[in-house]
């Protein structure tokens, strides 16, 4: 029998790092399960200077899954998570999965009109919502609310004595039910959901092929769609990062928890690999750099990853206050452009090199990185990672490849790519290939070695703040505004390498289109990281196709300076 070579850019590896992963058999709960049973007493999450150990956490996870059983939870069944980054995520997260649930993860700021959309399509039953944002829940049409709405007071798990100093007001809910005895409609409080014993050990538990994750993501176009994660996707992609990170250790890593865990980057690297690596995991409910600083001081960060804007401010902060970063040895940037400034400030107050990686939630989400390794390339996205295989082809005929060096479409395939869009196979169709390779709607180039630079994408999509924004959603707020013939939205590249968002506006004649009233308008039905910074109003008409359809390729290129 023989074996093909390895790809060429295995030689670009840190020395160490396997071409190969062993892929998993089991599902990313046994993963857990033995995290929990070899970790102890080792801290396994830190909130506020409050800690949890491994032990701890099984409990928590255990008692949770006994209560959503009782609100009638099974196997295949979604759970919608709308929490910010704290214990009770981590908590919620496992406890769906042992039940062989369907995790569906939910940025706690959108807004409801937003929700909905999402709810309408992957109807959830059972919401765990943090209480400031619960209430956007309740507002559902009674055919999209979940029949159980589970609220989540951070603030319990501050430490006592900060409960007690703070004495925080709590959003209140309509509150109507008081215990798990059966699944009526109704909202309960978290501490009620663990008010059970373990959940019995002869409960089923999920498979490694089972659908572990629903994430949203607007994908190479359009509107939102539910990229399918397995528990094989996703324990792959933390099997990978162990074999990049390989000299990461267990129990003595603080992983520094900036990164949103509803967001595919923040989910993979503290909720898969850092509980894969019985990490501590340091968790910030949103980026602080004074909450990030303060905490260095206790639990240094060994394991900070980030999106650049992130690196730039807490390095600048750490250098004007003094604080030493130099315990941070493996930081990863991603989400956007990784400039030459931003990893020179970076690693001269870090302990490590700062190297940027690629993904995309279809591929949970890491694919591609550059080597913790001199022979890094900053510019570059750098090579493949074990178990992962990529091609460039035409992005018209995507089964023709394009020569070495030429520019063309990405194409990535390995265990960590998705089984498809939730409930829509045409979408399914045009970005996951019929023989396992998925388009990533990115234009890149790659040079002998492997090394992989992105020169410009064939999606529309804008990153900003390492988010995905559709075009078309901004679009289709702004046309309700008074005025609005037309509009076109698009990113503007700013220096830190993320886009801003930028409309431009087609007025109907006569009508006086106002900067300050668009953007208000925008708040009331989008996220805040969907307004557009700027809006601008043509002079005339926008550029059309010969079909009436508007460029926005030229808008950018013409309108926006």
């Known amino acids: 029998m023989t074996t093909s070579p390895p790809p060429a850019w295995v030689s670009a590896y840190q020395p160490g790092v396997p071409a190969e992963i062993d892929l998993p058999t089991e599902s990313l709960f046994a993963m857990f399960e033995r995290s929990v049973a070899e970790g102890g007493d080792a801290v396994a999450m830190t909130f506020f200077g409050r800690t949890t150990t491994y032990a701890a956490l ?88 979940p ?22 007001p709590v959003k209140k809910l309509r509150d109507t039910r008081g215990s798990l005895t059966a699944p009526t409609t109704g909202t309960m409080r978290w501490k009620a959901l663990l008010a059970h014993p373990p959940v019995d050990p002869e409960v089923p538990r999920p498979t490694v092929d089972d659908l572990a994750v629903i994430q949203y993501t607007s994908g190479t176009t359009g509107h939102p769609k539910g990229a399918m ?7 792959s992609n933390a099997l990978q990062g162990k074999a990049w990170m390989k000299d990461a250790e267990y129990r003595k890593e603080n992983f520094y928890a900036v990164l949103p865990m509803f967001h595919a980057f923040g989910m993979t690297l503290y909720l898969t690999y850092g509980v894969l690596r019985q990490a501590n995991l340091v968790l910030f409910p949103k980026f602080d750099v004074d909450l990030v600083l303060k905490a260095a001081t206790r639990f240094p960060p060994t394991v900070y990853c980030a999106v650049p804007p992130i690196y730039e401010r807490t390095a600048r902060a750490a250098i004007e206050r003094g604080v030493s970063l130099r315990s941070a040895k493996f930081c990863i940037s991603g989400a956007m452009a990784l400039t030459d400034p931003v990893v020179e400030l970076w690693e001269s107050v870090s302990g490590g090199l700062l190297v940027e990686g690629y993904g995309m939630t279809e591929s949970s989400p890491v694919a591609l990185g550059n080597p913790f390794w001199p022979t890094r390339r900053t510019g570059t996205i750098g090579v493949p990672f074990p178990s992962t295989l990529m091609k460039v082809v035409d992005p018209e005929d995507p089964t023709r490849e394009v020569a070495r060096g030429e520019r063309g479409e990405l194409l990535i395939k390995g265990p960590q790519v998705f089984q498809g869009y939730w409930h829509n196979p045409e979408e399914t ?43 078309s959603e901004v679009e289709q707020a702004i046309r309700t505004f008074p005025g609005v013939k037309d509009v076109a939205v698009v990113g503007k590249r700013q220096n830190d390498g993320a886009e801003m968002i930028v409309a431009v506006i087609e007025a109907e004649p006569g009508a006086r289109i106002d900067e300050a009233e668009v953007r208000a308008h925008c708040r009331g039905m989008l996220a805040a990281y969907k307004v557009p910074r700027r809006v601008i109003t043509a002079e005339g008409e926008l550029p059309r196709s010969m079909l009436g359809k508007v460029l926005r390729k030229q808008v950018r290129e013409t309108l926006v300076l």
């Open 229 to 235: 994660l397995s528990h094989f996707n996703l324990y």
């Open 429 to 471: 169709a045009k970005t996951l290939l019929a023989d396992g390779w998925l388009r990533t709607g990115d234009l890149v180039v790659v040079d002998e070695d492997g090394y992989t630079t992105i020169v410009d994408r064939a999606k529309e999509l804008i990153i900003t703040g390492g988010f995905n924004v559709a075009p």
């Open 58 to 145: 099984g409990d928590a996870v255990f008692r949770a899954a006994e209560g959503l059983r009782l609100l009638g939870v099974r196997p295949g069944d979604r759970v919608a998570l709308m929490l910010p980054n704290c214990p009770q995520h981590v908590v919620a997260f496992y406890a769906a999965l042992r039940l062989g649930a369907v995790v569906v993860e939910h940025n706690p700021l959108y807004t409801g009109r937003e929700l909905e959309e999402l709810f309408a399509d992957h109807g959830a039953r059972v919401a765990i919502a943090w209480d400031v944002a619960a209430p956007k829940l309740q507002g559902f049409a009674a055919e999209h609310r």
């Open 147 to 168: 029949d159980t709405l589970v609220s989540v007071n951070m603030v319990e798990e501050f430490p006592a004595a900060m409960r007690a100093a703070l004495r925080l």
